[in-house]
């Protein structure tokens, strides 16, 4: 491919083609619906459809995530846009029949809340759609990621051919800059003039990286671009290297993502291929080229001088900064990282405009922010939202609220470098600096929900232990604060920890904050000073009361049996593995608290509701 | 975490051991051999023992303690080896929140082991992992690929019964 021309060629065959077939039938072939059975769905379809002689009516395309994972395996079939949701080996030769042949939707299968109505409501106007605004996330689901047509066909690479045939460098770094788009990643730096520093500085050779090293613990968005979309990324970093003046690229990409990275190097292959990355793309004498880097697990790798560090081969240790990557990165050139999310937004900037994105979101957030919604809530998931939802309107909207009639106590953004965000601020409208302004932070926008049966300071636990493990050892104030912490933390959570423990704890986030090589330290802390400032009373209550009020916390908790209400079964008695329950038949029974090993077991089979905790 | 430690004793082969020597000799001049190396011993060993190390250490001259740190530093290094089922429980926020921390616990005690180690007939490994990704179905576990999602305690000797 050598002209923009040639790519529009392409463009309007990729829309002609789509429209050939009666019926498009798109099923998620993301990790969750790859993990609730989706493949085999897909083979079903193939079956039933070749034996009803559909092969020429009907396309099967395997799609990237569409979002609501909950209720996967999903499928979608068009153009009525029939949502079909947890969708059964079983269920396939009836929809085949009734909705491929006979064009008969079978509404029993759909998604219920599109059923409701007199007609079969679009997916757009359903709770966990109609709020959303996908702009990172528009090609998910839309296409096949595994065929560059159809990304072509959605305007893909469209964007390039402009920058490359109609902008300069300069141009870009401007348009960028004026749509007040900032890293995704974390730490929410403007992307526009970390493009500029590097487009600044000299060298021999300058590198463009991606981070898809996604370490946050349920966080799943950069996941699900690349899985949904690998394209946009490879697009987004040309352009970038046009900017900056660089002609190689790396995406350092999670081991742990092997669809990912298998849609990855398809997408690398079929761009050379077409002539999108390699020398003198569109005939500008512009040469740029990508590398696929396998991360080895390792969280900190997901900081930024970390992360080239381990590109280069080596334990994958941060060093300090200054010099910052836009100066001396990768190799000590001029190098700049941006996430998988950033990336996604580039081509879309290129294509509408600075103003359109920045018309989207907050004064100083612009545009919108995907959110991985997990935790004790409905519709887990995946969802796009401009800035500036309010978190309300996330959890109770969008998420369909916490289930099992519990009642919201904390969201936890930011994984661990973030903080839990209480019932109180509910109403704040979500961007970079309001989440930080009540002690959390964006991160890379993983968003779990938690109900009252979590202890936070089990969860603050539960954190310092994912960054001892994770610390990669090379400052003091990481490797051993952390440990200290965690440690408080463990006498608390046992009920040996006095007041003055609290005060030692609160001194420790101090210095991890104020002391840490990189991020990893600093930000350790933010779980605890978080859970401290809005639930210290929970922190008291286990160590003045020696209490855990969520009743998570083994060591403070004791099974009692109401002596009102058992019934004498003998039921719990006979469960018992450790044989702490007594009692004759008929009899009110009682637990021995010395032999209790508190595995819940006796509470679980009660039918008379008599054993409780406290 | 609990500490690692060995429990199944070191049965290399001669081949293996001359296939990890060709290994070395092919990348000895490669300034960053260390971490190639690492990974084709543990294609070649299905983990990274301390006398596979010790080995590496005697023929290229880095000391023992560098190749022990490199090892341990990234968590795709094992330096035990995987039971023919390898168990992995997530332990990511969004199953954490869910429970999966006492799934992990009984199958602990299930097994007769902890996290990191395999069972004294080869036949199970258990490890923590964070985030498999498929949150929607949390709490989650994976045996070799199989995921089972929405896990309970009680549903694990019925999964277990399923590899014996």
């Not at chain 1, 029939?82 to 396939?92: G, H, L, Q, T």
């Not at chain 1, 545009?367 to 401009?386: D, Q, S, W, Y």
């Not at chain 1, 990481?478 to 046992?494: D, P, Q, V």
Request: hydrophobic share 35%.
């Amino acid at each position: 491919m050598r002209t923009l021309e040639e790519l529009q060629e392409v463009r309007e065959r990729a829309k002609a083609e789509k429209k050939v077939c009666s019926y498009r039938v798109h099923v998620c072939g993301g990790t969750g619906c790859t993990s609730s059975g989706s493949p085999r769905i897909i083979e079903k379809l193939k079956e039933e459809i070749k034996a009803n002689g559909l092969e020429d009516d009907v396309e099967i395309v395997k799609t990237g995530c569409f979002g609501l994972c909950a209720l996967g395996p999903i499928m979608i079939v068009h153009p009525e846009n029939a949502f079909y949701s947890m969708v059964k080996e079983e269920d396939i030769p009836e929809i085949v029949r009734e909705h491929l042949k006979n064009g008969n939707v079978v509404k029993r299968l759909l998604y219920e809340e599109t059923t409701k109505a007199d007609h079969i409501l679009p997916l757009e106007e359903t709770n966990f759609y109609k709020k959303q605004h996908r702009v990172a996330l528009r090609n998910c689901g839309e296409i096949s990621p595994e065929h560059i047509e159809e990304y072509i066909g959605r305007d893909g690479y469209m964007a390039l051919g402009k920058v490359l045939t109609e902008m300069t460098p300069q141009q870009v770094i401007e348009l960028v800059t004026a749509s007040g788009l900032r890293g995704r990643g974390g730490a929410g730096f403007p992307t526009g003039m970390k493009w500029k520093f590097a487009a600044a500085n000299e060298a021999d050779q300058k590198y463009v990286c991606c981070n898809a090293d996604e370490g946050d613990p349920g966080a799943f968005m950069d996941r699900s671009v690349l899985e949904g979309d690998p394209h946009v990324v490879l697009e987004a970093m040309t352009i970038a290297g046009y900017a900056i003046g660089a002609s190689q690229g790396y995406i350092y990409v999670r081991a742990e993502y092997p669809i990912a990275v298998q849609r990855l190097e398809i997408a690398i292959r079929q761009s050379r291929e077409m002539g999108l990355l390699g020398k003198d793309i569109f005939g500008s004498g512009f040469d740029f080229d990508i590398e696929l880097r396998l991360g080895a697990g390792a969280f900190v790798c997901g900081e930024e001088t970390a992360l080239m560090t381990s590109i280069e081969g080596n334990r994958g240790e941060p060093r300090p900064r200054p010099p910052f990557p836009a100066l001396k990165g990768l190799y000590e050139r001029p190098t700049i990282l941006n996430n998988v999310e950033t990336y996604a937004n580039i081509p879309q900037i290129i294509l509408n405009g600075a103003e359109w994105f920045a018309g989207m979101g907050t004064e100083k957030s612009k545009g919108t922010k995907v959110f991985a919604l997990g935790g004790k809530i409905h519709n887990t998931g995946l969802v796009e939202v401009p800035m500036g939802t309010t978190l309300r309107e996330i959890v109770e909207e969008i998420g369909g609220g916490v289930p099992n009639g519990k009642k919201f106590k904390a969201a936890q953004t930011g994984g661990p470098s973030g903080g839990c965000i209480p019932a109180e601020h509910l109403d704040v409208p979500i961007d970079y600096d309001n989440l930080i302004a009540i002690g959390s932070m964006m991160g890379s926008g993983g968003l779990i929900v938690m109900d009252e049966d979590t202890c936070m300071v089990d969860i603050a636990k539960f954190f310092l232990e994912f960054t001892v493990d994770e610390s990669c050892g090379k400052c003091t104030p990481c490797r051993i604060g952390t440990r200290r912490m965690l440690e408080i933390l463990e006498k608390i959570t046992k009920g040996q920890a006095t007041m003055d423990d609290l005060d030692k704890l609160e001194e420790l986030c101090n210095h991890l904050k104020s002391n840490s090589l990189c991020a990893l330290g600093q930000t350790a802390p933010n779980p605890v000073i978080s859970t401290l400032r809005y639930f210290r009373d929970e922190y008291i209550a286990h160590i003045v009361d020696k209490k855990c009020p969520a009743g998570v916390c083994k060591d403070l908790l004791q099974y009692k049996i109401d002596a009102d209400k058992c019934k004498g079964c003998t039921l719990c008695s006979r469960v018992c593995p450790a044989g702490a329950i007594v009692g004759s038949v008929k009899e009110p029974h009682m637990i021995n608290p010395e032999k209790c090993l508190k595995c819940g077991a006796c509470m679980e089979k009660c039918r008379f509701g008599a054993i409780y905790k406290e | 975490m609990a500490e690692k430690k060995q429990t199944v004793p070191f049965q290399g082969t001669e081949e293996q051991e001359a296939a990890l020597k060709k290994v070395i000799a092919d990348l000895q001049d490669d300034r960053g051999k260390l971490m190639p190396i690492l990974q084709k011993a543990q294609d070649i060993y299905g983990y990274l023992p301390m006398e596979v190390q010790k080995m590496i250490s005697d023929e290229t001259g880095i000391p023992l303690e560098k190749i022990y740190g490199v090892a341990t530093f990234y968590s795709q290094f094992s330096l035990n080896p995987k039971g023919r089922y390898r168990i992995s429980v997530c332990l990511g926020t969004a199953c954490y929140v869910k429970g999966s921390g006492d799934i992990y616990n009984a199958l602990m005690e299930k097994l007769g082991i902890v996290g990191g180690e395999c069972t004294p007939d080869g036949k199970f490994s258990l490890d923590a992992c964070r985030c498999v990704g498929a949150c929607g179905l949390a709490p989650v576990m994976m045996i070799n690929d199989e995921v089972y999602g929405r896990l309970t305690v009680d549903d694990l000797d019925d999964i277990l019964a399923k590899y014996e």
